[in-house]
């Protein structure tokens, strides 16, 4: 039933769809599966699976309890700005349906933090960890500060804060990944958790579109200044080489299949530079990895290269909301099917992007 329901939103509008979803789930309607539990502990939270769902998807808060009885074992939620705002001009989301992909350029559309804030402090339990995501308004005289605005005025409701800095589809937001500018967002981020009394996790999700030396700055000024966990990738700019769709050259964030390869790519480096950087295990900064995961075999490989939890968005709006289970089923079989049994035994077992992604499909392949 579910997967033709979500058949049928897939004649929808991009954006249409997208909303129906949201709706739907703030219900409380959708499956609600029974999982195998695979735990994961990282910045002092437990999750009970490695699966999360991205930000980007639940904008103001307003559904993450239904979206983590679809199997998730944790929902990022925003990317929340200080005020309202409209975000770009319709049309902004656009299904790259023969690439598997998605291009957005949303730009930050929403209701702002007082309004997630009254979503947030509305559901008295949930089942999964709780992330929230911040970011910049548009028109900001001070982006910098509004990251401790979000922060302090957020951080009492979440069970971890992401800084977002890395959206293509708001003018000049990256240029806060640059070194100085990123010493001042994560000073601000600190500050942020300092004037709302809690203290959280903190995490960066940064863009793919980076060089080796450019992650390299981020992770070292990340670990300095003692955030949590880097989470590795948000959409990218760039457009490989072989998009079929006719929408190809819409400008925005491209993700879906297409980003899968290249933000693992990323993912090898940003894993390896957190490994240098940590004095211990104990010390080392969480990775996330994201972009293009659709299977549990994708999943799989994102962790064999040393990612402690995955995350995803567009294999959601395209598959529907039967995906999460799928994946954690294909994900424990993969895993157990090459003798291990904890996330642990799994993480950075090949820390060679090619190897791993080339490992895990033929695992699967096998199946």
């Not at 219900?27 to 695979?38: C, M, Q, R």
């Not at 998730?72 to 989301?93: K, M």
């Not at 989470?231 to 760039?238: H, L, Y």
């Amino acid at each position: 039933m579910w997967q033709a329901l979500a058949g049928i939103a897939r004649l929808l509008p991009g954006e249409a769809a997208h909303v129906a979803a949201v709706k739907t789930l703030a219900l409380g309607l959708g499956p609600a599966p029974s999982l195998p539990k695979i735990p994961v502990h990282i910045a002092g939270l437990e999750f009970e699976n490695p699966l999360g769902l991205a930000a980007g998807f639940d904008k103001n808060a307003a559904c993450y309890k239904g979206a983590m009885k679809l199997g998730f074992g944790h929902v990022e939620v925003g990317t929340i700005t200080p005020l309202a705002q409209p975000g770009n001009p319709t049309p902004r989301v656009f299904r790259l349906t023969e690439d598997q992909a998605v291009i957005n350029r949303y730009g930050f559309n929403g209701k702002g933090m007082q309004a997630a804030h009254r979503n947030l402090a509305a559901v008295r339990s949930y089942s999964g960890i709780l992330g929230v995501n911040v970011g910049a308004n548009k028109t900001s005289d001070d982006p910098t500060n509004d990251y401790r605005v979000a922060v302090s005025y957020l951080a009492e409701l979440a069970d971890y804060v992401t800084l977002n800095i890395s959206s293509p589809n708001t003018p000049g937001l990256r240029d806060l990944q640059a070194d100085e500018n990123l010493a001042q967002l994560l000073a601000a981020g600190q500050a942020g958790l300092a004037d709302s009394g809690y203290d959280r996790p903190l995490f960066l999700k940064m863009a793919p579109d980076l060089s080796f030396d450019e992650i390299d700055a981020i992770i070292e000024r990340c670990s300095r200044a003692g955030v949590s966990g880097i989470i590795a990738t948000n959409t990218t700019i760039s457009r490989p080489e072989g998009l079929r769709s006719r929408f190809a050259s819409e400008a925005g964030g491209l993700s879906g299949d297409p980003l899968f390869e290249l933000s693992t790519m990323i993912l090898e480096r940003v894993v390896a530079r957190v490994n240098k950087q940590a004095d211990n295990a104990a010390d080392r900064m969480a990775v996330i990895g994201v972009g293009g995961v659709s299977t549990g075999w994708q999943a799989y490989a994102k962790i064999l290269v040393g990612a402690d939890l995955v995350q995803l968005y567009s294999a959601l709006a395209l598959q529907g909301p039967t995906v999460p289970e799928a994946i954690i089923r294909q994900l424990q079989d993969l895993m157990s099917r090459d003798g291990v049994s904890e996330i642990g035994a799994a993480k950075g077992a090949i820390p060679n992007a090619q190897k791993a992604i080339k490992h895990a499909l033929l695992l699967a392949q096998s199946a």
